[in-house]
């Protein structure tokens, strides 16, 4: 059965530091993962996604993430945290259609 | 091009009553999912519709049902709603079954009192 384990709930940055937000996932087959992120008050964006062409996936304002078959990882990161940069996010697995299973969440927090 | 659109924003009922809520996906998607967003539970898949089939369902109790029409919105209800029924429920759609990526739409917050 496909699962995912977000290892922080809670992550607290400066901006301008890197950015590190831990996945772990658990799949029988070939999965597809993603990471989306949620604003306060909002729906989920997607940010990347990864199915099974290049290990390093980028995404959308500067995220990256890397696909480990050895570690079954798939962490998020990005050089440079900015303010706007706030708020949870979700790693997301899939191998089999229309069942995605989402982690419980990491809350990013960005100080000035 | 819109994005996945959802009706109504917010909903209040009591318990023991139906609620309806509403989804229209990204033109062109003919899947769609259906999410529950509880405080402390984390996003829970609840239903996923295909060209107007049911394909799958979470693991949630037969009251939570759905349906998707002709033109690929789709309509969740939840009979004999209990307080922890309280969440934000979301909807996405995608072209087609994954790893098609899912859109969201900005939910739908119902409130069980």
């Known amino acids: 059965a496909q699962s995912v384990t977000q290892l922080d709930s809670h992550v607290s940055v400066s901006e301008g530091t890197p950015v590190l937000l831990r996945c772990n996932y658990s799949s029988s087959y070939s999965p597809s993962l993603f990471w989306y992120v949620q604003h306060p008050n909002k729906g989920l964006q997607l940010l990347l996604k990864?199915?099974?062409?290049?290990?390093l996936v980028k995404g959308i304002n500067g995220f990256e993430a890397e696909f480990k078959k050895s570690e079954t990882s798939f962490h998020l990161t990005k050089p440079s945290a900015h303010m706007s940069d706030a708020a949870e996010y979700f790693c997301v697995v899939s191998d089999i259609p229309g069942d995605m299973r989402f982690g419980a969440g990491t809350r990013l927090t960005v100080k000035p | 091009e819109a994005g996945v659109t959802q009706s109504p924003t917010h909903l209040i009922k009591t318990r023991g009553q139906q609620a309806t809520l509403r989804c229209s996906p990204i033109?062109?998607?003919?899947?769609v999912y259906w999410y529950q967003q509880a405080l402390g539970l984390g996003l829970q898949f609840l239903l996923w519709y295909d060209e107007g089939e049911e394909r799958n369902r979470g693991n949630f109790p037969p009251r939570f049902s759905g349906r998707q029409f002709p033109n690929y919105s789709s309509e969740l209800n939840v009979n004999a709603l209990e307080l922890e029924d309280s969440a934000l429920y979301l909807c996405?759609?995608?072209?087609?079954?994954?790893?098609?990526?899912?859109?969201f739409g900005p939910g739908t917050r119902l409130l069980v009192l």
């Open positions: 033109s062109g998607h003919t899947s």
């Open positions: 990864y199915t099974s062409a290049a290990t």
């Open positions: 996405a759609s995608s072209r087609g079954p994954q790893p098609e990526t899912q859109y």
